[in-house]
Every structure is written in structure tokens, then in C-alpha cells.
């Protein structure tokens, strides 16, 4: 959520220790963060999502996600061989070890020395993260070979070209045939494009040098039009590689979004969370504009309310200078195109 119950007591003037009323704030918390959500059309709380691009994504070499800003972090880490356990880590300029979302992705980057396949292998495909510290990872799998490498936490990219947005058969199991992970450096990069190292126009660039990106692309331009623009080159050099236009062939693991918000119903903002201030007096205010509004008694369905709400934001000639108020700062937030 986009608030808290703490900090909607302080924002309400009531006592800390004020329980009269938290049946009914709790539940209107999650009416109004649900309807800043519904308004903006996107996901305001950083989360990991596994999204197929659809083709009319695909076919250029640029790639957009769904949600945004992709919060990746690159970092660097010691593994060991048989071991779970990432040791080592630091911060790196904008990127904190703190900010590692659990069940984030993980993968080593094509920064590393010779980018070949045992050592881009050393943590498995698939794997992600079940706990951090501010030093230390946790992942889901055991590292297959010892060393300090590059690292990518909350990004992964898999290519299959039977994968049908993973209906098929084994599909993006990274296996001989027609499945490979893409390494981040190697073979595609994010437009990290914000100070904080976020990527807040969200999009994956195709490279050449390595991989799918690169040696391999020459193969694909031979066969045809597997990569959705014909293989056609003009007279002196190919031209630049393009994400595939296949249906459901590419799979994106990736963390994203403005901040770690409180856990349903009424749990506490992170102390770190990056969610803006803004974001969070709007969630408030709107619970303070329902709170006078909801008449004594009646249940509160919190789906459905929210809808209600959000359609309310959308009327621009509303009179309620509250609802003026979070509109006004919503706006700048909301997905302008679905």
C-alpha cells in the first residue's frame, strides 16, 4: 500500500494508540491505494513482475516493459561453488545492496572477463533471491563455480522461440534447442536514463558483441525473417540488430516500480522505501476525504470502492478541492497511453 496506518493516525491528528477506528482505516487504506493505482493505470509499488512482450513491442531494437522504472541492481559479489550464499557486496554508486527486492532475478553480467558460457553459467538460469543483507544474497539455486563477479539483481531476459508466451513445451527452459538467457552487457542493455540508476522510460536496447545481439544474428539473417524484419541488409553493412517478432518468444523477470510500500492492510512504509512522499499524502488524503464521506455503518468493499473512487479522480470538474488537490499531483503520475 501506499501508506500506512501509523502515518495516516499522525496525518489524522488521532493518538498513536488510537484503536477506534482501525477496522475502518485499515480498509480504507487499501480503497485508496487501490484507486490512485487504478487512476494512474500502472503499478506505483516496486514488485517483480514476468511479462511475454506482445509482438507490436517487438521488431525494433528497443524493447519496452510494462511497468516502470525498472529498478535494477548491479553490483558486485563473490560466489562459491556449491554454495548459496553471495558474499562481498557493496554499495556501487547508486545501487545498494539494501534495495535488493526478494524474489528479484539474478544473474551474472557480460562485464565480467571473458563472457563465456561456463562463466556467465555460474549461477544458474532461473535463479532469484530469497533473502539480503547489506553485504550478503541468498538465492534459490547453488553457484556452480567460485569467483568475484558482476552482478545483475532484478533483471532477466530469456529468449524461446517456441516459448508462446510460455504455453509451450518446455518452454524458456533454457535448454540446447531454441532457449538461451540473455546477459545484460552482452547482449541487450538497459537506457538507464535517472540519478538513482533507475531506467524510467523502461526500455531494453539489443546490442551487438556477443550472443543473440551479435555473432549470433548473422545466422538469423540468413534463415529469413526469424527476427521479424526479413533479414534484408543494404549494400555495405547489415543493419543494427532488432528484438524478434515471434509470437510469446521473449520472457522479462524484472523488478520495477517507485518503492517498497507497506503490506496489506495497515503494515509500516519501509524506512528505506523510495515510494514518494507525495504518493503517500495522496493516499491519505483520500482516506481522510472517505472517512467524511462513507456513511456510518456501511460495510466497506474494498474492490469496489476503489473503482468508485478512481472514477471519481477522473472527473476533472469535480467540485471536492481534496479530490482537486490528489488529482493535481496524480496526473503527473499516470500512464497517459494502455
Not at 307 to 332: F, W
Request: proline share 7%; charged share 10%.
Amino acid at each position: 500500500m501506499l501508506s500506512d496506518l501509523p502515518t495516516l493516525l499522525v496525518f489524522l491528528r488521532m493518538a498513536p494508540d488510537d484503536t477506534t477506528q482501525t477496522t475502518l482505516l485499515t480498509q480504507l487504506l487499501q480503497v485508496a491505494s487501490g484507486a490512485i493505482k487504478l487512476f494512474c493505470k500502472r503499478s506505483l509499488e516496486s514488485e517483480v513482475i514476468t511479462e511475454y512482450p506482445i509482438e507490436w513491442q517487438l521488431g525494433g531494437p528497443d524493447l519496452p516493459v510494462a511497468q516502470r522504472p525498472i529498478r535494477l541492481q548491479l553490483l558486485t559479489g563473490t560466489l562459491t561453488s556449491g554454495s548459496s550464499i553471495i558474499t562481498g557486496l557493496a554499495v556501487n554508486g547508486p545501487y545498494d545492496p539494501a534495495n535488493i527486492m526478494v524474489g528479484s532475478p539474478v544473474s551474472i553480467t557480460g562485464a565480467t572477463p571473458s563472457p563465456n558460457n561456463a562463466t556467465l553459467g555460474a549461477i544458474p538460469a532461473f535463479t532469484t533471491i530469497l533473502s539480503s543483507t547489506s553485504t550478503t544474497a541468498t538465492m534459490s539455486a547453488n553457484a556452480t563455480a567460485s569467483g568475484t563477479f558482476p552482478l545483475c539483481f532484478g533483471l532477466t531476459v530469456f529468449l524461446d522461440f517456441g516459448g508462446y508466451y510460455g504455453a509451450g513445451l518446455n518452454a524458456f527452459q533454457n535448454g540446447p534447442g531454441n532457449s538461451s538467457q540473455l546477459y545484460i552487457a552482452r547482449d541487450y542493455a538497459v537506457k538507464i536514463d535517472q540519478p538513482d540508476g533507475t531506467s524510467k522510460c523502461g526500455l531494453l536496447a539489443l546490442i551487438g558483441g556477443g550472443g543473440w545481439g551479435g555473432a549470433s544474428l548473422g545466422a538469423f539473417l540468413a534463415g529469413g525473417n526469424a527476427w521479424g524484419w526479413g533479414g534484408r541488409r543494404n549494400l555495405s553493412a547489415n543493419l543494427p540488430p532488432v528484438w524478434p517478432k515471434y509470437p510469446g518468444c521473449v520472457k522479462v523477470q524484472y523488478v520495477a516500480g517507485l518503492g517498497v510500500g507497506a503490506t496489506a492492510p495497515g503494515g509500516t512504509l519501509p524506512a528505506n522505501t523510495t515510494l514518494p512522499v507525495e504518493l503517500t499524502y495522496c493516499c491519505n488524503t483520500l482516506v481522510a476525504w472517505m472517512r467524511t464521506m462513507t456513511p456510518v455503518g456501511i460495510p466497506v468493499d474494498v474492490s469496489t470502492m476503489a473503482k468508485q473512487v478512481a472514477d471519481t479522480l477522473n472527473l476533472e470538474t469535480s467540485k471536492s478541492p481534496e479530490l482537486g488537490s490528489v488529482r493535481g499531483i496524480l496526473v503527473r503520475y499516470r500512464e497517459q497511453a494502455t
